[in-house]
């Protein structure tokens, strides 16, 4: 139920405002990440995008529209690939990613992909063909240019008890500048995303030509997100702080049957990387401890222990066991060794205190 009242609430607030959010990709806002939907799993973004226009002045604002409603979809595949389809804004076209190079903790998560495929914005460089070309004054042509090719890398970080994500790639296409001054750092894009309290987070991010920022928060498989484009435009003095971009949009996840999740888990990750440690040996109030730390992920952290009571020296992680080196496997008896002489100890006493109870009688 609650659910269903907040679903209604931000639909709601979509239809009250009319703004949305330039979101392209189900990554970031117009940047892809590294990751991609698990198997079985897919996710639906519908977008409510106002932007008006001021310049360049060759914009069609009356033919293009000042509100644009748009949604995609994207589908996971056998955890490894991702396919959105994308429709709104005259336009219709598809955008892929394969995942390559999977996260660690170390490592980041490494993908390509290609956006706009099939887009009918079929001109590379789409701010520069002369009047004439049908799609010559939409005012958002060179975000939809056709065939673009990716490649980025997505790494997870704890930064003061804050999550925070970073991507950096480069692309071409509509990832490239459109104009000299972006044109230096030529289909290079980056973005940043941090999370300051749960299920809420900040975006900001550099496309290759323009600067967009945006928040998302999340509620069970919901998410509302708000974001500006072109942000750079607000700062300028020269008719382009009149132009206004902004949106909201409303996405649900579709993953009853996945198995797995879009990012890894950056607490598992550490956890993981317990694997790569050298085998302690403890001492406690209870005895000695030996703690093997270099068993795989997947299996349960080995441990050997010398306990108090009267069971067996037990050891968790049989294969942990046989990775040890022989020194520390001649430790281990000497500990068994010394156990079954507290053991010894422990029985005298008791058989000491029996005698002496029989005695006082």
Sequence with gaps: MRKVLFSALVM??????LFAAPFQTLGMLRTPDA???????????????????????????????????????GVGLFDRAEIGLFAGDGLYFM?????????????????????????????????DPSPGWYWHTHP??????????????????????????????GGNNRFTGQ?????????????????????????????????????KYTFGNFGVRVGAQAI???????????????????????DKYATAKRRPD???????????????IEITDDGPEVVITDTPPDEPLGEVSLGTGTTDIGVQGGSSYKELSPEVKDLLGELRSLREEREK?????????????????
Excluded: C
Aim: proline content about 4%.
């Design 232 to 254: 750079e435009d607000l700062f300028k003095d020269n008719g382009y702080e009149e132009n206004l971009r902004v949106a909201l949009g409303i996405s649900y996840l579709f």
């Design 95 to 127: 955008n892929t990613k394969v995942k390559l190079v999977e996260e660690t903790l170390r490592m980041p998560q490494i993908s390509i992909g290609m956006d706009n495929i099939f887009s009918g914005i079929n001109e590379h460089r789409a701010q």
């Design 179 to 215: 104009v000299p001054r972006s044109r230096i750092f030529n289909g290079l894009f980056y973005s940043i995303e941090f999370s300051p309290f749960k299920d809420f987070f900040i975006q900001g991010e550099y496309s290759g030509h323009d600067f967009q920022a945006g928040l």
């Design 345 to 361: 100890a422990q029985k005298a006493l008791l058989d000491l205190r029996a005698w002496l109870k029989e005695n006082k009688q």
């Design 12 to 17: 709601t607030f979509l239809a009250g405002m």
């Design 35 to 73: 990751y991609v939907l698990p198997h079985k799993a897919a996710e639906i973004l519908l977008v409510g995008y106002y932007r008006d226009v001021a310049k360049p002045s060759y914009v069609d604002m009356d033919r293009w529209g000042k509100f644009v409603p748009y949604g995609m979809l």
């Design 140 to 169: 958002d042509k060179t975000n939809y240019e056709y065939y673009s090719f990716y490649a980025v890398a997505s790494k997870q970080v704890v930064i003061g008890k804050t999550n925070w994500m970073f991507n950096v790639g």
């Design 266 to 280: 950056i607490v598992e990750l550490a956890k993981g990387a317990r694997s790569a440690e050298e085998p302690f």
